[in-house]
C-alpha cells in the first residue's frame, strides 16, 4: 500500500496534551476498534516519537506511518 | 551538496535512537567524572538558582545550613555545574531548531497546569531531599556507588507506580473525542521558516563550542571549558532522541513498554566500569547520606516527575521546544527545592546528616563493591522485565 493512498477511519488529534496520553488515549482507542480499522493519531508531544509506535507493536497493531518531519507528528496506526 | 544533504536529513533532523543514546550518555557521563570531578548533576545548580533569587530579595542565607552543603560559591558562570547547564541548553536549542520541533504548544486545560506546577513542586522537593534527580540519586549516581542512590531508585519507583496511577484517575483523563474521518490530516510546512530555525540552531551550537573553546584556551579554565562541551552534548543527546527518564518507569506501568527502563540499566552497568576506573586511580567518589531522606524523597519525585510529565532533565529541552507545560515545571522545580532548602534546617540531623554515607566501595572493598553493584543492576533488570510481562498479560488477555 502506498504511504498516500492510506485513508484512515479515525483521527484522535491529541495537540497541547503532554505525555504519556497520547500514547495511553491511543491505546484504549485501538482497543474499540474493529480489525482492519486504522487510526490516525495527531501529536505534538515529541516525546511520543518513542512510545506510540513501539507501543502500537507491542500489542500487536501495524504501524502504517509515522510522519514526524515537523513539531506535530502523525501516526498511522492499523488493527 | 547531496552528501551535506544526507548528513543534514540522518543526524541533524531526524530524531535519534533511544537506546543507543542513552548508553552514549553513560559512558560519556563516566568521562565527565573523570575529567571534572564530579557527577552529572542539573537539580543542585537549580538549587543554588533559587538561592541566587532569595539573596536577589535581600534574604540572608548564611544561616541556611542547605546552601551550605550546596556550595554557593561564585555564579553560573564560575561553576562547573553552571557551564554544563549552559552548555545543555545549548545542545537542545540546536537539536530542536535543527530538528524542525519548536512549535509554541500551550496547555489545554487548567488542570494541565496545576498538575505541572505541583507535580514540579513535590518533584523539586523530592529531588533535593534526596540529594540529587534522575542523574545524581540514580542514572549517575548508581555509578558512583553512593548506597543513597539505590535506596533513591527503588523508592522512586514506588513512587512513579503511585503517580502513574493517580495521573490516570478519570479526573486527569484528556477529554479529547475520537473523531469519524474520510481523510488524513494535512500538516503544513514553512520552508522559510524551517530553515531559519536550523541557522538559529547552528549559530547557538557554534557560538558555545566556541564559548568553550575560549575558556579552555584562551582563559585556562580547562574544567568549565570541557564541562561546556560535555553539557552541549549531553543536552543533544537528550533531545534529539528524546531521552526522558520519566517514561522509563511511568511507561511500564501506563502502557507495558520498558526499552527506556533497560536502556538505562545498561547505560548504568557502562559508566559503572568507567566511574570505578577513575576512582580506583584517585578521584574522590561523590557519597551521600543513605538515611530516610533518600527513601521519602525517593517516593515523593517518583510521584512528581510523574504527575508533571517530566523530571528536572527533561523540562529543559521541552521548555525550549516551546512547550508552555514544562516552562511551569521548571518554576515548580525551582519552588520545591528552594521549599526543602527553607526546612532542611529543622529536618536533616533525623533524616539525613545523622545517618551515615555508605560508600559500596568502602563497605566491601573495591571489588566486592564493584560486584555488589553489578549484581543489584542484574536485580533491577530483572525487576524491570517482570513489571512489564505482569503488565502486558493484563492489557492483551483482558
Keep these: ?79 | 551538496m547531496n552528501f551535506w544533504q544526507n548528513f543534514k536529513r540522518d543526524f541533524l533532523v531526524k530524531f535519534w535512537a533511544p537506546i543507543p543514546a542513552v548508553i552514549a550518555l553513560g559512558i560519556l557521563s563516566a568521562y565527565y567524572f573523570g575529567i571534572t570531578g564530579t557527577y552529572w548533576a542539573v537539580t543542585g545548580e537549580f538549587t543554588r538558582w533559587g538561592g541566587h533569587i532569595l539573596e536577589a530579595f535581600g534574604v540572608d542565607l548564611s544561616t541556611w545550613g542547605y546552601y551550605k552543603i550546596m556550595n554557593m560559591d561564585g555564579n553560573i558562570f564560575t561553576r562547573i555545574d553552571g557551564v554544563m547547564i549552559i552548555g545543555m541548553f545549548a545542545g537542545c536549542i540546536a537539536a530542536a531548531f535543527w530538528g524542525n520541533n519548536v512549535k509554541l504548544r500551550m496547555p489545554v486545560s487548567s488542570t494541565r497546569v496545576y498538575q505541572a506546577l505541583i507535580g514540579g513542586i513535590i518533584a523539586g522537593f523530592g529531588a533535593r531531599l534526596g540529594m540529587g534527580c534522575n542523574l545524581a540519586s540514580f542514572f549517575t549516581g548508581i555509578p558512583q556507588f553512593s548506597f543513597h542512590a539505590w535506596m533513591f531508585t527503588l523508592a522512586m519507583i514506588l513512587g512513579v507506580y503511585l503517580g502513574a496511577k493517580f495521573s490516570l484517575l478519570p479526573f486527569f483523563q484528556s477529554k479529547i473525542k475520537l473523531k469519524k474521518v474520510s481523510c488524513s490530516k494535512e500538516l503544513h510546512t514553512d520552508k522559510k521558516r524551517v530553515n531559519n530555525l536550523f541557522k538559529l540552531g547552528s549559530i547557538v551550537f557554534i557560538a558555545v563550542l566556541l564559548w568553550a573553546v575560549y575558556l579552555i584556551f584562551v582563559q585556562g579554565s580547562t574544567k568549565l571549558g570541557m564541562a561546556m562541551l560535555f553539557g552541549s552534548a549531553f543536552g543533544l543527546a537528550i533531545a534529539k532522541a528524546q531521552i526522558c527518564f520519566t517514561s522509563a518507569f511511568r511507561d511500564i506501568f501506563t502502557t507495558g513498554r520498558s526499552q527506556m527502563a533497560k536502556a538505562i540499566v545498561i547505560g548504568m552497568a557502562v559508566a559503572t566500569i568507567g566511574v570505578f576506573s577513575y576512582i580506583t586511580m584517585g578521584q574522590p567518589a561523590k557519597i551521600m547520606w543513605a538515611g530516610p531522606n533518600a527513601i521519602i524523597g525517593g517516593v515523593l519525585f517518583g510521584f512528581g516527575i510523574v504527575l508533571a510529565g517530566g523530571c528536572e532533565c527533561g523540562w529543559m529541552y521541552r521548555a525550549v521546544e516551546g512547550q508552555v507545560h514544562f516552562w511551569i515545571v521548571g518554576i515548580g522545580n525551582v519552588i520545591g527545592s528552594t521549599l526543602l532548602a527553607f526546612v532542611w534546617d529543622d529536618l536533616s540531623l533525623q533524616l539525613a546528616t545523622s545517618w551515615p554515607k555508605i560508600n559500596l566501595l568502602e563497605s566491601f572493598g573495591n571489588y566486592g563493591g564493584l560486584f555488589l553493584n553489578y549484581g543489584l543492576l542484574v536485580l533491577l533488570f530483572i525487576l524491570i522485565l517482570v513489571l512489564e510481562k505482569r503488565y502486558l498479560n493484563k492489557s492483551i488477555n483482558r
Excluded: F, W
Design chain 1, 1 to 79: 500500500m502506498k504511504k498516500d493512498e492510506i485513508v484512515p477511519d479515525y483521527r484522535l488529534d491529541m495537540q497541547g496534551e503532554p505525555c504519556p496520553y497520547p500514547a495511553v488515549n491511543a491505546l484504549e482507542t485501538m482497543k474499540d476498534l474493529k480489525k482492519g480499522e486504522i487510526l490516525e493519531i495527531i501529536s505534538d508531544c515529541p516525546q511520543s516519537i518513542n512510545n506510540i509506535p513501539a507501543d502500537a507493536k507491542n500489542h500487536g497493531y501495524e504501524v502504517l506511518e509515522v510522519d514526524s518531519s515537523g513539531p506535530t507528528i502523525k501516526y498511522v496506526i492499523r488493527k
